[in-house]
């Protein structure tokens, strides 16, 4: 393989809960002796959040550890303006970076930046990586914010039509969604370009903070010795289910009055916390913590049991849940709900928890029945580690399979 450089385009800012969790930990495995690489990331109130001498500490520390990092300010409003706005900005960055830095392969993080990479591409040539983390038109409309078959809708689809002509390789977050952008299709499409499905991974190393950490301390520091801890660790409304999660876990402190209720989130505290309220759960019951990606694996070592209720639609199918990987990585039994990326497969097969099929509360009463068992053995733990370290292991499955696009 000869050396190349690599431009990794992402429309978020660096310090972004997902930057750190889904893009660096990437990034610093897919550098090698053959793949150098570069960030491009869209900073939220640039001016106002980093001051010169925070770019230029972050800068060395990134560049201490291979990554050249170069940031743009992201703009917000008008919307539709304001995207276009940053799109040219960021073309004409990516050119930049191209010619100085020799920038030979253009990844782009979903389809915003894709089209910046299609069109830097068009002027200075290169190949281009098409990561796909999701089906972005159908994210917009199942959540709500885009009208169904509106113009908006129409505009992105033919985008994503584009993109898909004009990319060299891509990436895939299921198997599912390999099926439906490329019907029969394995390793390669129909014209030979590669294609990976690679999951939200976990890096292994962050839990390892934790390892020597005794849980009961850990629990009796939290207040939480003796109950039975439900955690969520994600955001509320639009595609998560806000309304069917606080039932369940209502239901929950019914059916056993010593559970208690750990919400981590980055969702608006008082929204989260009226919601649990209105489900008639006690303020003792429950804890909404707003917390930085670092802190998460403490807090899931503190846990009995995982949920995750997302809506199980169309767009769903290419979504692959980071908080999945992360409660398996605790050991954490999950109960969740079917229709969403590969989760059903990966529950049934590997028996790593309970997967709903309706929202009702016997469901819901059935499914603590089966975890509470399941919790109950002790061989429990381990084995869903060992399937978390299978499935989603940053460096076993995410650095072998980018690094294997990159060498094909």
Not at 229 to 246: A, K
Request: some cysteine; charged content about 25%.
């Amino acid at each position: 393989m000869k050396p190349v450089r690599t431009l990794y385009i992402c429309y978020f800012g660096l310090r972004e809960p997902l930057v750190q969790t889904q893009v660096l930990p990437y990034l610093r495995q897919l550098k090698s002796e053959n793949i150098q690489v570069s960030l491009l990331t869209f900073e939220p109130r640039l001016k106002e959040s980093w001051t010169p001498a925070d770019i230029a500490e972050q800068r060395a520390l990134l560049n201490a550890e291979g990554i050249s990092w170069h940031c743009v300010k992201y703009h917000k409003w008008p919307s539709l303006p304001a995207t276009i706005y940053d799109m040219a900005v960021g073309v004409w960055t990516i050119v930049r970076i191209m010619r100085r830095e020799g920038a030979t392969v253009l990844h782009a993080r979903n389809h915003v930046p894709g089209v910046m990479a299609a069109l830097a591409k068009r002027l200075k040539g290169g190949q281009m990586v098409f990561d796909i983390r999701g089906f972005m038109p159908e994210e917009y409309t199942d959540a709500g914010v885009w009208p169904a078959n509106g113009y908006l809708y129409h505009g992105l689809k033919r985008v994503e039509r584009y993109l898909l002509r004009v990319s060299d390789a891509f990436v895939l977050l299921t198997e599912k969604a390999r099926e439906i952008v490329f019907p029969g299709c394995s390793e390669t499409d129909n014209l030979g370009r590669p294609i990976e499905v690679i999951p939200c991974c976990v890096d292994f190393k962050r839990f390892a903070s934790v390892e020597h950490v005794s849980r009961d301390v850990l629990r009796a520091e939290l207040k939480l010795t003796g109950r039975r801890v439900i955690v969520y660790v994600g955001s509320f409304g639009g595609w998560y289910m806000t309304d069917e999660m606080t039932e369940f876990l209502a239901l929950a402190h019914k059916q056993d009055p010593e559970t208690f209720s750990l919400i981590l989130t980055q969702s608006p505290r008082q929204m989260v916390i009226d919601r649990m309220s209105g489900r008639g759960i006690a303020a003792h019951d429950f804890s909404v913590v707003q917390v930085n990606p670092n802190e998460v694996p403490r807090y899931l070592k503190a846990a009995d049991i995982a949920i995750s209720f997302i809506k199980p639609c169309y767009s769903k199918q290419s979504s692959s849940p980071t908080k999945i990987a992360e409660y398996l990585a605790s050991g954490l039994p999950i109960i969740c709900n079917s229709g969403v990326g590969d989760l059903d497969k990966l529950i049934e097969t590997n028996g790593v928890g309970v997967l709903l099929t309706e929202f009702t509360p016997e469901a819901y009463d059935q499914a603590l029945k089966e975890v509470d068992t399941m919790r109950r053995d002790e061989s429990t733990a381990a084995h869903l580690r060992s399937v978390a370290r299978r499935e989603f292991d940053l460096i076993n499955v995410g650095r072998t399979r980018y690094r294997r696009l990159y060498e094909r």
